[in-house]
């Protein structure tokens, strides 16, 4: 089955291209496509082809070749399985960031709105080996492998957010998809041993296949959908539940029933578990599974007030911070959590300040109102967190300590509790059961 995977810019957050340069090291065959023509060039083996927004077409020059304009760009191996590189887009490797590396069928090029639009196509399963060497490391048992094959695989055919306005499947950023980082020129024996065990599985619910959402560590217990996600089409936070995304205790022993707790009894629970020293869970073992950041009330205040109007010029961030009347940012008092879902996640966080009370609503948008370049903070690693003030001797905010569970949304399958399971001797199946509910393994077609 083929797939077609929209590349994103070398920071992950635009599929527009300002310019791209293709070349492989075992040559290329290159189709420049116009109106009047399809013509086809040869690359030998380290030649070059540069395509650059040209109007509504573009132009294209190809090393040893000469200037083209064209309407379509169609840029292949010479050799089937062969690598070639996109020198425009960087990747990281293990000595920082390259040029990204590709093996596919083609790369299509094309021009939209005065920009490119770059889309790899590729088998599946060839696509599948560089999500799972960018999503998880090989170390992990291999039945923890395999159940992130088949996650991975379901959610290439299901993406949260449509790409068909883009004229493809999936993108390869994990800000919006799951991370496609390209392919390394030696792939992991074990992530192709998860690949090829499970060719073809993908999980559904019903007759479709699901939305097989994951994260990295969910902090002791995985989170419903509709607690941290809004709906990808009316953007309504929080939208209807999705059946098989429902929270799950992370036990090692036994479960405990999820009940619908006050934001005061979640938090006495999430500060329990933060302060347990005992290997309790199946994701507790990871570093990621608690964490804090202190942070200056200065810092704090200067950052989180830009942060937020930044989050209010965004259309899609903006319904989710809520100022008060007058809209000013005052000196911040302290911070409460007012709505939490089953799991505990943060659904709502009050900011207190001098001048009124902030609302910031939606798991993302709660974490990104504290990104501080001032300490590297991009943003919480998690929303399953609670506070700690500290004040000065005029009882004046002077720091704020977050405190936190997990990395990640915490929705659906989790990584590192998925190697816990492993670690323990149970089956991909059986970790895929666990943690996406009443879901069922069929093959593609099937």
């Avoid at 299901?158 to 883009?166: L, M, V």
């Avoid at 799991?343 to 709660?366: C, F, N, P, Y």
Wanted: proline fraction near 4%; aromatic fraction near 8%.
């Amino acid at each position: 089955m083929k797939l077609r995977v929209a590349l994103t810019t070398t920071d992950l957050t635009s599929l527009e291209h300002k310019q791209t340069l293709i070349s492989s090291p075992s040559g290329m065959e290159i189709q420049v496509e116009n109106e009047q023509r399809v013509k086809t060039v040869t690359l030998l083996p380290g030649q070059s082809v540069r395509v650059s927004p040209d109007g509504e077409s573009m132009s294209v020059i190809i090393a040893g070749h000469g200037r083209f304009k064209a309407a379509r760009v169609v840029a292949g191996p010479r050799k089937a399985g062969d690598s070639f590189f996109i020198d425009s887009v960087r990747r990281p490797r293990a000595r920082g960031l390259e040029r990204a590396e590709y093996r596919g069928h083609e790369l299509d090029v094309n021009a939209v709105n005065g920009r490119l639009r770059l889309i790899l196509v590729l088998d599946i399963e060839q696509y599948l080996t560089g999500v799972l060497e960018s999503e998880v490391p090989a170390s992990y048992h291999l039945e923890a492998l395999k159940a992130q094959a088949v996650a991975a695989r379901t959610y290439a055919l299901n993406p949260r957010i449509s790409h068909e306005k883009d004229n493809a499947d999936v993108c390869d950023s994990y800000l919006c998809c799951q991370y496609f980082a390209g392919h390394k020129a030696v792939t992991s024996a074990k992530h192709m041993q998860a690949i090829e065990a499970t060719t073809g599985e993908i999980l559904k619910y019903g007759t479709r296949a699901i939305l097989a959402l994951f994260s990295s560590n969910a902090g002791g217990c995985t989170s419903n959908y509709e607690d941290c996600f809004s709906d990808p089409k009316t953007n309504f936070f929080p939208p209807a539940p999705i059946p098989y995304l429902k929270a799950v205790q992370e036990k090692l022993h036994g479960a405990i029933e999820l009940k619908h707790a006050s934001p005061t009894e979640l938090e006495a629970h999430l500060k329990e578990m933060w302060q347990s020293k005992q290997h309790t869970t199946f994701d507790s073992w990871s570093p990621h599974f608690k964490w804090s950041v202190q942070i200056p009330a200065h810092s704090l205040e200067a950052h989180m007030h830009h942060e937020l109007s930044l989050l209010l010029k965004d259309k899609e961030s903006a319904p989710f911070v809520i100022p008060p009347e007058g809209g000013k940012f005052g000196h911040i008092n302290k911070f409460s959590v007012t709505k939490r879902g089953v799991s505990g996640v943060a659904m709502e966080l009050t900011v207190h300040t001098s001048t009124g009370d902030w609302q910031i609503r939606k798991e993302l948008i709660i974490r990104s109102a504290f990104k501080n370049p001032e300490i590297k903070l991009a943003r919480l690693k998690s929303a399953k967190i609670f506070f700690e003030h500290q004040h000065d001797h005029l009882g004046l905010l002077s720091s704020l300590t977050v405190k936190g569970l997990g990395w990640g949304h915490g929705v659906g399958l989790q990584q590192t509790g998925a190697q816990g399971m492993a670690l323990a001797g149970k089956h991909y199946r059986d970790i895929l059961v666990h943690y996406f509910t009443n879901a069922q393994i069929y093959r593609i077609g099937s």
